[in-house]
């Protein structure tokens, strides 16, 4: 069995979509989006055509303004940074050249991802100056005092399980809906057994709520009710102090982000077009 490496999230589109009828189904600020990128992003992404859609208009206008602020990479950039990824992986550049040629990856393609990214992390970088100077210890502390909820922590969550092949029943009862001939059963869980990401999740979930629905390997859905915890405990500011800014800091950059593109695409001219008949 093949190991697989770990990369920094990047677009490495590697199927074919020889069949693909091409168009443009879009153009931002005359950059044209085609039905290629779209149905590409779909499958690479594992998502639905509206958002596959936003993600390219997002793209094309990232890709617009680093054109604009003039942002660039030298080789040598890009060489250090391959040369960090293989290290990550506990390989040599060559050994990583050999594991992408295996799945099908073209070094070239492989290089010209890696330049997007760090021309990505020189815009982000921009962005996030200004963003960054209302991360005061004043405001990290009133950060705190609002989410407590976030630093709380259990030491057991009393669940019910619900599970089914149908996922409309679990969508439907997620909603509050009839739980019929559902399959169900009420279960404890304790912390320790659970990883950092679910008792975050389990966490920040109130009693009477639903987790996300859980897509089982065995074929089925399967969806959580949180129905009490115990063991409950809010956590000082002291102790969690350096948790309470990492999860500010992420706070205040997305909102910034998201503030910033919604900016760049209320002045943007975008265009929606029709397949050609």
């Not at 660039?72 to 960090?84: G, H, L, M, R």
């Not at 990824?85 to 050999?98: F, R």
């Not at 020189?122 to 209302?134: G, P, S, V």
């Not at 009693?207 to 859980?214: C, L, S, V, W």
């Amino acid at each position: 069995m093949k190991k697989k490496f770990i990369l920094i999230t990047l677009f490495s589109f590697t199927l074919s979509y020889a069949n693909i009828v091409n168009w443009v189904v879009a153009l931002v600020n005359n950059e044209p989006i085609t039905n290629y990128e779209l149905v590409s992003t779909m499958e690479k992404v594992r998502v639905d055509k509206k958002t596959a859609l936003e993600l390219l208009i997002k793209d094309k206008l990232k890709t617009s303004e680093l054109k604009k602020r003039g942002i660039v990479v030298s080789p040598f950039e890009i060489d250090n940074q391959i040369k960090q990824i293989a290290e990550k992986n506990g390989k040599s550049v060559n050994a990583l050249k050999e594991d992408l040629s295996r799945q099908g990856i073209k070094f070239e393609n492989f290089e010209q991802d890696v330049a997007k990214n760090l021309k990505e992390q020189k815009f982000f970088a921009a962005i996030f100056e200004k963003a960054d100077k209302k991360i005061t210890p004043e405001n990290i502390r009133d950060f705190y005092e609002q989410n407590k909820r976030l630093f709380t922590t259990f030491d057991a969550v009393n669940v019910t399980r619900f599970a089914s092949d149908n996922k409309a029943d679990i969508l439907r009862i997620s909603k509050g809906g009839s739980i019929g001939n559902t399959f169900n059963h009420k279960i404890t869980i304790k912390k320790s057994q659970l990883d950092p990401n679910s008792q975050f999740v389990f966490m920040s979930i109130p009693n009477g709520g639903f987790t996300p629905i859980i897509p089982n390997p065995r074929g089925f859905y399967e969806v959580f009710r949180i129905d009490s915890k115990s063991g409950y405990k809010t956590l000082s500011f002291e102790e969690v102090k350096d948790d309470v800014t990492n999860q500010y800091i992420i706070q205040v950059r997305k909102k910034n982000i998201e503030e910033y593109f919604e900016k760049l695409r209320a002045q943007a001219v975008i265009e929606f077009l029709e397949p050609k008949k």
